[in-house]
């Protein structure tokens, strides 16, 4: 019965979305959309007897314990920021545990392509890479944005996390099958 329901991978790619573009522009993951997005997990459960992806209340469970403990150690150590911790187990609670692997090995990979861009750019390396910045720095648009994420600054590995379960979702698991 859940099967049927075909709204429900537009619904969470439209949630990856929007922690995507706001992790992206911000550099934070309110905890009103990962609220959000357990709510509607769990009224999937009571109404139509399955989760989103149609997994059982044991697999949401074991996903959220399992994406909380493996990042919960990087914040401890300050390697990881609160909402990437919160966003991954919410990745666990809908997705299950099958799912973590490689969304964290596709996320991972492009948070490393993130900072080497990053890395290039100041090295010098890549002068027009350089003028574009400066101009687009000059935008008004993107000083609001700077504004808006105060001193907050790094990567934006929620935003990668989201494109990747969103690649899960949309059966991107073939993507991660060539990597291992």
């Given at each position: 019965m859940?099967?049927?329901?075909?709204?429900?991978?537009?619904?969470?790619?439209?949630?990856?979305?929007?922690?995507?573009?706001?992790?992206?522009?911000?550099?934070?993951?309110?905890?009103?959309f990962l609220l959000i997005a357990i709510t509607v997990q769990l009224a999937c459960f009571m109404l139509l007897g399955g989760g989103l992806n149609g997994i059982g209340w044991v697999s949401a469970l074991s996903g959220f314990a399992v994406g909380m403990a493996f990042f919960l150690p990087l914040y401890a150590l300050r390697a990881m920021a609160a909402g990437d911790v919160k966003f991954f187990a919410v990745i666990g609670f809908l997705l299950g545990p099958g799912a973590l692997l490689p969304v964290f090995l596709i996320a991972s990979l492009l948070a490393a392509v993130h900072a080497l861009m990053f890395y290039i750019s100041r090295l010098g390396f890549a002068p027009n890479l350089q003028m574009a910045a400066v101009r687009f720095q000059r935008w008004r648009p993107y000083r609001w944005v700077l504004e808006k994420r105060g001193n907050r600054v790094g990567i934006p590995y929620a935003a990668y996390l989201a494109v990747a379960a969103g690649l899960m979702q949309m059966n991107g698991a073939w993507i991660v099958s060539g990597l291992i």
């Amino acid at each position: 019965m859940l099967n049927n329901f075909s709204s429900m991978p537009t619904l969470f790619l439209a949630f990856c979305s929007t922690i995507f573009f706001y992790d992206y522009l911000f550099r934070r993951v309110p905890n009103v959309f990962l609220l959000i997005a357990i709510t509607v997990q769990l009224a999937c459960f009571m109404l139509l007897g399955g989760g989103l992806n149609g997994i059982g209340w044991v697999s949401a469970l074991s996903g959220f314990a399992v994406g909380m403990a493996f990042f919960l150690p990087l914040y401890a150590l300050r390697a990881m920021a609160a909402g990437d911790v919160k966003f991954f187990a919410v990745i666990g609670f809908l997705l299950g545990p099958g799912a973590l692997l490689p969304v964290f090995l596709i996320a991972s990979l492009l948070a490393a392509v993130h900072a080497l861009m990053f890395y290039i750019s100041r090295l010098g390396f890549a002068p027009n890479l350089q003028m574009a910045a400066v101009r687009f720095q000059r935008w008004r648009p993107y000083r609001w944005v700077l504004e808006k994420r105060g001193n907050r600054v790094g990567i934006p590995y929620a935003a990668y996390l989201a494109v990747a379960a969103g690649l899960m979702q949309m059966n991107g698991a073939w993507i991660v099958s060539g990597l291992i």
